[in-house]
């Protein structure tokens, strides 16, 4: 088992409410489950001033998620899907793997 963690920095143009926000995100909730992956948390940050304006957005909404795979293929190609996505501007994937070593060690334990 793998964990990832994934924050994403979504257009505030297209994410306005809540209703935008879940017609957004599911899709990449379900490409995530597709690839084999297992959302253990998703937090919404909210919209934030960005340093520096990213195609020409000033402020975008954060989301925060961790990932549990067994895919060593999720990251390549959940970023590659990713990459092609209006909605999101920015995104950073990374392996927390050892920040969830003690969880890891306690599942091999019960199996």
């Known amino acids: 088992m793998k964990y990832m963690e ?27 489950e597709e690839l084999g992956g297992d959302i253990v ?6 919209k934030k001033r960005l340093a520096y304006s990213i195609q020409g957005q000033e402020y ?16 390549a190609s959940l970023s590659s899907w990713l ?10 994937l990374v392996d927390a ?3 969830h070593a003690k969880e890891l060690q306690d599942e091999q334990a019960q199996d």
Not at 8 to 27: A, G, H, I, R
């Open 6 to 32: 994934l924050t994403l920095l979504l257009n505030t143009e297209l994410v306005k409410d809540d209703d935008s926000y879940q017609l957004y995100m599911n899709p990449i909730r379900q490409k995530i």
């Open 41 to 46: 948390k998703e937090e919404r940050e909210g």
């Open 60 to 75: 975008a909404e954060y989301v925060y998620m961790d990932v549990k795979t067994g895919n060593k293929d999720l990251p």
């Open 83 to 92: 990459n092609v996505k209006d909605v999101v501007l920015r995104y950073l």
């Open 97 to 99: 793997t050892e920040r």
